[in-house]
T-cell receptor, first 116, second 110 residues
Framework: DTGVSQDPRHKITKRGQNVTFRCDPISEHNRLYWYRQTLGQGPEFLTYFQNEAQLEKSRLLSDRFSAERPKGSFSTLEIQRTEQGDSAMYLC??????????????FGNGTRLTVT | KNEVEQSPQNLTAQEGEFITINCSYSVGISALHWLQQHPGGGIVSLFMLSSGKKKHGRLIATINIQEKHSSLHITASHPRDSAVYICAAVSGGSNYKLTFGKGTLLTVNP
């Protein structure tokens, strides 16, 4: 068990550019979550996958954001035409769940995005 | 108003002191997480509980469902306990969606 890994750790980009982040969950975890955290705030839910299906998206996720989990394993989060307000820590988490059960979440170390 | 409120926002303690961090929530929940976040971003899940009390080493978490309140206690605090502690409520309507508090920054001085 190598934990949840996220890549890159840091990304600096210019406004208007597209960025893509990757998350590799714990291998036996079927649930994957993306959160966004700005300075001094707790994380905010962005989206959730169960296996390859994206089951929920927050209203925070504008049309410029898209997330995929094509084979039910790793996931990508893409932000198009980045804006300065997108600067934040993007956190990925995974868990094992089904029915009413959900195991504790395991978080990655996050990708810190800075839009200049 | 955030649905999950933590207090205090900042807490400074001397090594060895007993620490309490409180969390109140207004939503119906199926479980509550206590998380630890160190500088640099990594988050570690300390506890997930839906009733009663859990203990792990020097950490104790309690929850009172009727009062919609949870506490995290640290006994014999140590400088390495310095971190942000976040409570997160699992919405009652789902078993996976978390609503996070803003966190409590704990600094333990030697």
């Amino acid at each position: 068990d190598t934990g949840v890994s996220q890549d890159p750790r840091h990304k600096i980009t210019k406004r208007g550019q597209n960025v893509t982040f990757r998350c590799d969950p714990i291998s036996e975890h079927n649930r994957l979550y993306w959160y966004r955290q700005t300075l001094g705030q707790g994380p905010e839910f962005l989206t959730y996958f169960q296996n390859e299906a994206q089951l929920e998206k927050s209203r925070l996720l504008s049309d410029r954001f898209s997330a995929e989990r094509p084979k039910g394993s790793f996931s990508t989060l893409e932000i198009q035409r980045t804006e300065q307000g997108d600067s934040a820590m993007y956190l990925c988490a995974s868990s094992r769940g089904g029915g009413t059960y959900n195991s504790p979440l395991h978080f990655g170390n996050g990708t810190r995005l800075t839009v200049t | 108003k955030n649905e999950v409120e933590q207090s205090p926002q900042n807490l400074t303690a001397q090594e060895g002191e007993f620490i309490t961090i409180n969390c109140s929530y207004s939503v119906g929940i199926s479980a509550l997480h206590w998380l630890q976040q160190h500088p640099g971003g990594g988050i570690v899940s300390l506890f997930m509980l839906s009733s009663g009390k859990k203990k792990h080493g020097r950490l104790i978490a309690t929850i009172n469902i009727q009062e919609k309140h949870s506490s995290l206690h640290i006994t014999a605090s140590h400088p390495r306990d310095s971190a942000v502690y976040i409570c997160a409520a699992v919405s009652g309507g789902s078993n996976y969606k978390l609503t996070f508090g803003k966190g409590t920054l704990l600094t333990v001085n030697p």
